[in-house]
């Protein structure tokens, strides 16, 4: 053991004669000092920690990390069609870094009441939507059945317009789809369930249907249709084609046959021959006849499909003086085809990260490596850079109180040191006259300011770390959700963090305590044995 480590500890331990009541009081109050700023340094940054994961977590899971949008989207409330049939879909998952990938659409609304109406951004999802946000979230109710028949018009808004509008889980509500500047559209929705996110951007916006109902709505594939009139002469039918959805400007293909145009088109099934009389056969029966309909666009939407297949349901039998006909005198209609391409359509992928902190990483590589032309990547931080900007703000207040707790540590440490050296001023000039060197010295009284400085840190990591495990087991501070945007003080213990405090702390302190610690070098030894 060294020589100034030998005195500093006896120091310390009280068992040097030159200690003195007075300087205890002072050191334990140094001590209380740090132990307070050390538990408030941890309590900081964890809970701006927490609080900052909390609203991140919020933001994204309503929006994910990453939107893949249509260039041309100049609007976030109404969303431009993009063909889901992209090389990065649904392949994107694989790429390091990327957690889930899924499409989405959105639209402008009205929900009317009896009494009211509110203005509301639907939010369209589909099969492949990860529903662990809204399940954490959801207050009452269930989440909307996707591609559930049984379930078709399910609606899932937030408990903030269902107390605002007086809506109540299972009530069929009037709700009204905006499509430009001069279509708007009634559709009847049931609400299955309420949410509540704390997110005033969420929760006064976004309510949450099936994507189907949007993508019918807005119309961005094409469906069609074909009309059987009733059989004429036997032989005779009447065919007409329809077309929905798309720019209206379409081209009808007849698969197989010369037909052009919608129709309607008469067209024959069946030619019936005049067979020689008995005992030659009769005639054979009818034959089914299939008719298919492409239907295209000069947008060049993706194509749509339809078919009929006429089937002769009662044939009667006819004789003449030239043989026997059979003459069909009912039909039957199957009908088949590709059921429109609406679902070939979304309004956007959203793309969620393993890691916050690979955000804009990830932003340039997706942009960059898999995003065709005409398409483009929007990062959570450009959709709410209101939000991302006050979280940013925080990270400042909790470097003043830093650097105030510091500070109060140093003044405590400072004074605790001064009084320690100035009673023990006979001793320091003993030593002197002894041969020992000034900064022999001074290492004497700064290992005395470390072990005080230490045990002070450590007290204050074992109180802080112990109430933000209070605070994050047993949520005893809660908070309006209102104005924080949680209903609990979050806190997160991050022991990097911790130790980086730690570390900080005692290297500014001591490096502080070495001015101080100059006064050992003008003490002489000749007065201070003088006055022993």
């Not at 340094?41 to 909390?54: A, C, H, L, N, P």
């Not at 309909?293 to 993706?302: C, E, M, N, P, W």
């Not at 069909?328 to 956007?348: L, P, T």
Request: proline share 5%; hydrophobic share 45%; charged share 20%.
């Amino acid at each position: 053991m060294g020589f100034a480590q030998f005195i500093a500890r006896r120091i310390v331990r009280g068992s040097d004669t030159g200690s003195s009541a007075f300087s205890r009081p002072i050191v334990l109050i140094a001590v209380l000092g740090i132990v307070v700023g050390m538990a408030v340094m941890i309590i900081t940054v964890g809970i701006t920690q927490g609080f900052q994961r909390e609203v991140r977590a919020k933001v994204t899971g309503a929006g994910a990390h990453l939107q893949i949008t249509a260039i041309g989207q100049t609007d976030p409330k109404e969303t431009i069609r993009i063909p889901i049939d992209q090389s990065f879909y649904p392949a994107l998952d694989t790429v390091p870094g990327v957690a889930h990938i899924q499409v989405y659409a959105t639209r402008p609304g009205i929900i009317e009441t009896e009494n009211d109406i509110e203005g509301v951004v639907l939010k369209g999802i589909g099969a492949d939507y990860d529903t662990d946000f809204l399940r954490k979230h959801l207050e009452a109710g269930d989440l909307p059945a996707i591609g559930d028949t049984a379930r078709p018009i399910d609606l899932l808004l937030s408990s903030y317009h269902a107390d605002r509008l007086h809506i109540g889980v299972d009530d069929t509500i009037t709700t009204y789809l905006v499509r430009g500047r001069d279509e708007i559209r009634p559709r009847k929705f049931r609400v299955c369930g309420s949410y509540k996110t704390g997110l005033e951007q969420i929760d006064h916006n976004l309510v949450y249907v099936d994507i189907d109902h949007l993508q019918r709505f807005a119309q961005w594939g094409l469906k069609a249709e074909i009309s059987v009139g009733d059989v004429e002469d036997g032989r005779y039918v009447e065919l007409q084609g329809f077309a929905f959805g798309g720019d209206h400007n379409y081209t009808y293909e007849w698969l197989g046959t010369d037909l052009e145009g919608p129709g309607p088109h008469r067209v024959k099934l069946w030619d019936w021959h005049v067979f020689n009389p008995p005992p030659h056969p009769l005639n054979s029966a009818p034959r089914d006849s299939v008719f298919t309909l492409v239907i295209h666009d000069a947008q060049g939407t993706i194509a749509d499909t339809a078919w009929v297949r006429i089937i002769p349901d009662r044939v009667l039998p006819i004789t003449h003086s030239l043989g026997t006909d059979q003459v069909v005198q009912r039909i039957r209609v199957e009908r088949g085809g590709s059921g429109g391409s609406y679902n070939k359509y979304c309004g956007g992928f959203e793309v969620t990260l393993d890691r916050f902190d690979d955000l804009m990483a990830m932003d340039d590589l997706v942009y960059k490596k898999f995003l065709p032309i005409g398409l483009r990547s929007l990062s959570v931080r450009d959709r709410f850079p209101e939000i991302f900007a006050w979280l940013e703000l925080l990270d400042k207040n909790v470097i003043v109180i830093i650097v105030l707790m510091i500070l109060v540590a140093i003044i405590n440490m400072t004074s605790a040191l001064l009084i320690i050296i100035l009673e023990r001023t006979n001793m320091i000039g003993t030593l002197k006259a002894l041969g020992a060197t000034s900064w022999s010295i001074q290492k004497i009284f700064l290992l005395d300011a470390v072990y005080i400085l230490g045990t002070g840190i450590l007290l204050g990591d074992l109180l802080g770390i112990g109430l933000a495990f209070l605070q994050q087991h047993f949520g005893i501070v809660k908070l309006p959700v209102e104005t924080y945007y949680v209903d609990v003080v979050a806190i997160d213990i991050s022991i990097p963090s911790i130790a980086l405090l730690n570390l900080g702390t005692m290297v500014v302190c001591a490096l502080a305590l070495l001015l101080p610690s100059l006064l050992v070098t003008r003490i002489a030894p000749a007065r201070a044995i003088r006055f022993a």
